[in-house]
């Protein structure tokens, strides 16, 4: 039974059981900043269980993307050394939402397992939370009870554990409880402990005998900051099944790498590096390494992470480095290989993740531009290494040189200490753990950000309400000014707080609104109270208006706070214009063109997408088209607030990283757009003009910049370059429309003129030749050359040599070029037949003659020096040490 087969399934077994059948979340947990990774099924519904959310559906069946690479449920290390453990895995989930509990859970179990897969019930066992003094929680009798009572296993083999087995829980806070474990017997003969005496095999043991297959939760708890245990608004349940452990045990094999999940992305490590999976144990682990890693990549690449030096993007380039130094080290693979491997895994899991197809390409790209990175950063370390050890007096490695390989080149501790051990070094583990606290206090952030004023004071008033949002189909100025109340002046009267506000406090790239408060007056001018503001922020739920105090010294009671409307509607313009150009980039490039981040102001806007190669020019007009195309369309921007799971369900962009409330503001554009997004924008398109793209460029590996101009900023760009165009007409004395037509004649007339000029100099140079070959001294059958030449560069002179050492004639001499930069240039030059005479030699004995150096081959050879005034010496001597060496 092969693993979609076996997926489908069960599948197939829970949704005749009512359950909705629940598609992946990403591996990027957006609304859970507690988890670097999605590391288990149950991520996607941790609002359910906090009773923050609500689904649709009350049951639910899924197959979970999940990786486990840092924190509690850290596999890395074991990844490859055993049959079993892998950074990327699939979990196969069913779940109650405060329906079904334990009875059906167990029931339903057994009968999968029994029925469907049709396991032996007699290699099955039951493990059941015993209980545990810190937490203050019993024994589970319940769950002992329905196993018991519903299925044919022995007491014998429902067993009690511990909390580190059989209470579960997501992190350090957060929804847990009671889980209980469904293990299977794989035989004595999968026990690589059974030669020790000592050694008995047991569920939870520490041999591979027993293996816990399914893992069922029953969420009836939350655990908080200080380790308190409450129950929840209602149970749930929540189950846990690794596909990766079920393929091995439906189709009798000891070891995961030996199902269909990971046999043909061996097939093509092989074809890569002509090595057999088999050869050796080594070779073995390295192939396991490769294929779990590449997996693991994979799917978090389409799923918008880029390897990075921190957080999530720091986990994939540890992986991809991993995997890179097994095959360098174990299967000779020297030049990239990562990026040959994505086709198999694509192959095996594209149909149920359709995101890999839709990114097949840019993981390709991204996964090749990071190991060319990392193979030059070994060959570098392994050059800096070298020089290191050929310093060392001893058998030790000074500790903190060592970290500055790390630290500096980034070569891989574990790499430094293997290439340590083949020299006989060991080492210096102090010096190395001092290098690193110092690096890490040096490297903690000097850009926090720091509160300079009194925050005390805003716990007394009630939050800001923003009023800024456009409330009718065109933003009229008078929905840009307020009246209001002024509450709270920080910092020397420098921030002012109010009850409510038009200033859109800066977030999500768009930056803070500035303008004028006031009052005493409808007029500014005539106002007795003027605080001008430069910006606004937000600090936890007040809205800050930062500036200047110009006119007043109390605060009046009531305010007019009015925003710069002409300003605001530029960044409004701006702000939606990202939109327009995030779907047109998908559109265009492919869905793996997510929003990695943006700025937006009155000026321009940017924004930056993931994308593993230079935009080109076809491509960007095509962008910039659509995007066009789509304002002069006068699309209606609708705003609505929605709950954020409805909201995503509606096919509503979520930006990769971004932190969402319960209520999301979900901005449409016609039928093209539609994000999630608490920014401002305009009310329709047409008031957006026209978009101009200005540039597009790299902002680090695999992501990409493009920074455009729209409304009047557009025209400007466009003007700009009509006047660029008419002025270079000008000065050819033609026209802006025949312009191009005129630069490709001279163009060509150009061409032509230096194919002649090379003609000419060829004659010339042919003439200088002869007129050398003339005029100087012949020895014994040997024509001796030496001449100063300050019309002719480098390259000239080397041209006459040639054209003097391929003739007939037996020739040897020193030519000297006119002075560029201060600096002549010599060449030393022989026929190749005359052998009693060595040019690279001669070179190196003459040239300090100018103060210069140089070198080269016996034949041939060439320097400079800088003493210009000592050239005429250095022919003279030049010419008599020839006819020296040449006697």
């Known amino acids: 039974m092969n693993s979609n087969e076996i997926r489908q399934k069960f599948f197939k077994f829970f949704q005749d059981k009512n359950h909705e059948l629940v598609k992946s979340a990403p591996v990027v947990p957006q609304d859970d900043p507690t988890i670097?990774?999605?590391?288990?099924?149950?991520?996607?519904?941790?609002?359910?269980?906090?009773?923050?959310?609500?689904?649709d559906y009350v049951r639910a069946v899924d197959t979970q993307k999940c990786i486990r690479v840092s924190g509690k449920h850290n596999d890395l290390e074991e990844v490859g050394y055993d049959t079993y453990h892998h950074t990327f895995f699939e979990m196969l989930g069913n779940w109650s939402f405060g329906d079904y509990f334990k009875e059906e859970a167990i029931v339903w179990a057994w009968e999968f397992l029994t029925q469907i897969m049709e396991l032996s019930s007699n290699k099955l066992y039951a493990t059941v939370f015993g209980g545990d003094k810190k937490l203050e929680l019993e024994k589970d009798m319940e769950t002992w009870k329905f196993w018991n009572n519903n299925t044919p296993l022995s007491s014998s083999k429902i067993?009690?554990?511990?909390?580190?087995?059989?209470?579960?829980?997501?992190?350090?806070?957060?929804?847990?409880?009671?889980?209980?474990?469904?293990?299977?017997?794989?035989?004595?003969?999968a026990c690589e402990k059974q030669n020790i005496k000592e050694h008995k095999c047991k569920v939870n043991g520490d041999c591979s005998r027993y293996i816990e297959i399914w893992n069922l939760v029953f969420m009836q708890y939350n655990k908080d900051e200080n380790n308190r245990i409450t129950r929840l608004k209602e149970n749930h349940v929540d189950t846990g099944m690794g596909l990766e452990r079920l393929a091995a045990i439906a189709n009798g094999k000891f070891s995961n790498y030996d199902t269909d999940l990971f046999q043909p992305i061996f097939r093509q490590i092989e074809t890569v590096s002509n090595k057999n999976y088999n050869d050796s144990n080594e070779i073995a682990v390295a192939f396991r390494v490769i294929a779990d890693h590449c997996k693991t990549l994979s799917i978090a690449i389409a799923d918008g992470?880029?390897?990075?030096?921190?957080?999530?993007?720091?986990?994939?380039?540890?992986?991809?480095?991993?995997?890179?130094?097994?095959?360098?080290?174990f299967l000779d693979l020297d030049k990239p290989f990562m990026s040959q491997t994505v086709d198999a895994v694509i192959k095996l899991y594209g149909s149920i993740f359709p995101e890999l197809n839709q990114s097949k390409a840019h993981i390709k790209q991204v996964l090749l531009s990071e190991e060319k990175a990392f193979i030059r950063t070994i060959d570098n370390g392994i050059m800096q290494f070298t020089r290191l050890i050929n310093s060392l007096d001893g058998n030790v490695l000074d500790g903190e040189e060592a970290f500055d390989l790390y630290s500096t080149y980034g070569f891989p501790r574990d790499l430094i200490e293997l290439m340590a051990r083949e020299k006989g070094l060991t080492l210096d583990e102090k010096g190395w753990k001092k290098a690193e606290i110092e690096h890490i206090k040096a490297s903690k952030s000097e850009t926090r950000k720091i509160v300079d004023f009194d925050t005390e004071a805003l716990g007394e008033l009630s939050e800001t309400i923003f009023t800024g949002y456009p409330q009718n189909h065109f933003y009229a100025f008078e929905e840009a000014r307020i009246s209001t109340t002024p509450l709270l002046f920080l910092k020397n009267n420098t921030i002012l707080v109010l009850e409510s506000t038009p200033f859109y406090a800066e977030s999500g790239g768009q930056i803070g609104d500035s303008g004028i408060?006031?009052?005493?007056?409808?007029?500014?001018?005539?106002?007795?109270?003027?605080?001008?503001?430069?910006?606004?922020?937000?600090?936890?739920?007040?809205?800050?208006?930062?500036?200047?105090?110009?006119?007043?010294?109390k605060l009046p009671k009531k305010v007019i706070a009015s925003i710069d409307y002409s300003k605001r509607i530029n960044i409004m313009a701006n702000h939606s214009s990202t939109h327009l150009l995030h779907k047109a980039l998908h559109e265009v490039l492919g869905e793996h063109a997510r929003q990695q981040g943006s700025s937006v102001d009155d000026e321009k806007l940017r924004f930056d997408f993931t994308n593993s190669q230079k935009v080109n020019s076809k491509d960007l007009l095509k962008i910039e088209k659509l995007v066009n195309e789509k304002i002069l369309q006068n699309l209606k921007v609708d705003t609505k607030i929605m709950d954020v799971e409805e909201a995503k369900k509606s096919v509503a962009t979520a930006i990769f990283g971004e932190k969402y409330d319960n209520q999301v503001r979900v901005v449409s554009i016609g039928d093209f757009s539609c994000e999630l997004c608490g920014g401002t924008h305009i009310p329709t398109t047409a008031e957006i003009g026209s978009l101009y793209i200005t540039d597009e460029s790299a902002l680090s590996a695999g992501v990409r910049r493009i920074t455009a101009v729209t409304r009047m900023k557009a025209w400007e760009y466009g003007n700009y370059y009509r006047k660029l165009m008419e002025k270079n007409a000008n000065k050819l004395n033609t026209v802006a429309w025949e312009l191009e037509t005129k630069i490709d004649n001279l163009l060509s007339e150009?061409?032509?003129l230096k194919k002649l000029g090379k003609k000419v100099e060829q004659v010339e140079l042919k003439e200088?030749?002869?007129?050398?070959?003339?005029?100087?001294?012949?020895?014994?059958?040997?024509?001796?050359?030496?001449?100063?030449?300050?019309?002719?560069?480098?390259?000239?002179?080397?041209?006459?040599?040639?054209?003097?050492?391929?003739?007939?004639?037996?020739?040897?001499?020193?030519?000297?070029?006119?002075?560029?930069?201060?600096?002549?240039?010599?060449?030393?030059?022989?026929?190749?037949?005359?052998?009693a005479f060595h040019a690279g030699r001669f070179l190196i004995k003459v040239a300090p003659i100018i103060d210069g150096r140089g070198g080269g081959r016996d034949n041939f050879a060439q320097g400079g020096g800088k003493n210009i005034a000592r050239v005429e010496e250095l022919i003279h001597k030049s010419r008599e040490l020839l006819i020296e060496e040449l006697k």
């Open 159 to 189: 067993i009690f554990c511990g909390a580190k087995d059989n209470f579960w829980e997501m992190g350090s806070t957060g929804p847990c409880g009671p889980c209980t474990e469904i293990h299977y017997d794989r035989g004595p003969e």
């Open 750 to 752: 150009n061409k032509n």
């Open 36 to 55: 670097l990774f999605t590391n288990a099924g149950m991520n996607q519904f941790k609002d359910i269980f906090l009773g923050s959310g609500t689904r």
């Open 768 to 835: 200088k030749k002869d007129e050398l070959l003339i005029s100087d001294k012949e020895l014994n059958g040997i024509t001796i050359i030496t001449a100063h030449l300050p019309k002719y560069t480098r390259k000239q002179i080397s041209g006459i040599v040639d054209m003097i050492t391929s003739g007939t004639q037996q020739v040897a001499g020193l030519l000297t070029s006119g002075a560029k930069k201060g600096s002549v240039a010599i060449v030393v030059f022989r026929s190749k037949s005359l052998k």
């Open 305 to 329: 992470v880029m390897p990075a030096n921190a957080g999530r993007g720091y986990v994939l380039r540890r992986l991809l480095r991993r995997a890179v130094r097994y095959g360098r080290q």
């Open 517 to 553: 408060i006031f009052s005493g007056s409808d007029d500014p001018e005539k106002a007795d109270f003027l605080f001008k503001v430069q910006n606004t922020t937000k600090f936890g739920n007040y809205h800050l208006h930062h500036g200047q105090l110009v006119k007043g010294k």
